[in-house]
């Protein structure tokens, strides 16, 4: 099996959009350093993007230089397209303690598929150097066709695993409107549109839950009983 890492970060930013008039645009290089794979970024002749990629030696990596405690964090993404079988596309952040036993972690991984045949999106999420959270589920549209925007919103009371469209600036799933609105009261819990999303993907795309597997966990993991419809 193929292992192809995209992306890691230390505790991650939020939107990074520095939207005060009159200032000089900021360039990615201000928030960010490259970790590894230095040859595999591009950046536009702004400043303000870095183009990532990924082929079949080294995916890359990058890490914020400040810390943060909550954010938002999105990236558009294209899979390889045809036989993918056995690859696995990860994408995901952690702490700057990286790969150590306290790690803490937020993972999609893409799990390929052959030719035609649709790739499966898992997610994960580490907790002091302990995954064992995968949820399995079928994508409602084809992620090697063009880019998606796949976000992680993080907080005191949530973590929200979303994958979008891209409506420049933004993608359309996000508020942009308050100043750290990723841990505003807004952001502790699901809206109600986004609450219809979660029963939808639920009764029709979710393959696999962690929660649900009793063979696996004969006592439910405590973090399972918190409500989304709180
Ligand atoms: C980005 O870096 C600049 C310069 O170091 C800093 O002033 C700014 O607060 C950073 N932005 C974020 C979102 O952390
Ligand atoms: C590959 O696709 C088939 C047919 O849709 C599906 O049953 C299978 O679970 C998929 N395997 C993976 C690893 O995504
Ligand atoms: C994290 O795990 C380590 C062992 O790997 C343990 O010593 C430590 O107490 C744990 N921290 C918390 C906050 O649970």
């Given at each position: ?10 505790l ?32 536009s ?6 183009y ?33 079988a056995?690859v ?5 952040m ?15 991984e893409?799990?390929g ?7 499966l ?12 959270r ?41 508020s942009?409107?308050?100043k ?16 219809m ?29 918190l409500?989304?419809?709180?």
């Amino acid at each position: 099996m193929a292992a192809a890492l995209l992306f890691i970060a230390a505790l991650m930013a939020a939107s990074y959009t520095s939207s005060e008039a009159a200032q000089p645009k900021a360039s990615f290089e201000d928030n960010f350093s490259i970790m590894w794979s230095e040859d595999h970024f591009k950046t536009s002749a702004d400043g303000q993007i870095w183009y990532l990629s990924l082929d079949k030696d080294t995916g890359c990596g990058f890490q914020t230089k400040q810390r943060y405690r909550f954010g938002w964090f999105s990236m558009k993404l294209k899979l390889v397209g045809g036989d993918s079988a056995g690859v696995v596309t990860a994408y995901y952040m952690c702490t700057e303690n990286g790969a150590g036993p306290t790690r803490d972690e937020l993972d999609f991984e893409f799990l390929g598929n052959r030719t035609g045949e649709p790739y499966l999106i898992q997610t994960n999420i580490y907790k002091n150097g302990t995954g064992n959270r995968e949820m399995r589920h079928m994508l409602w549209f084809d992620p090697t066709e063009e880019y998606h925007t796949y976000s992680i919103l993080w907080n005191n009371h949530q973590i929200v695993v979303e994958a979008c469209q891209w409506e420049d600036p933004f993608p359309e799933c996000v508020s942009t409107t308050t100043k750290n609105w990723w841990d505003q009261y807004d952001a502790w819990h699901l809206s109600d549109e986004q609450k219809m999303d979660f029963a939808w993907v639920q009764r029709n795309l979710v393959i696999y839950d962690y929660c649900k597997d009793t063979e696996r966990f004969p006592t439910v993991p405590v973090e399972c009983s918190l409500s989304p419809w709180d």
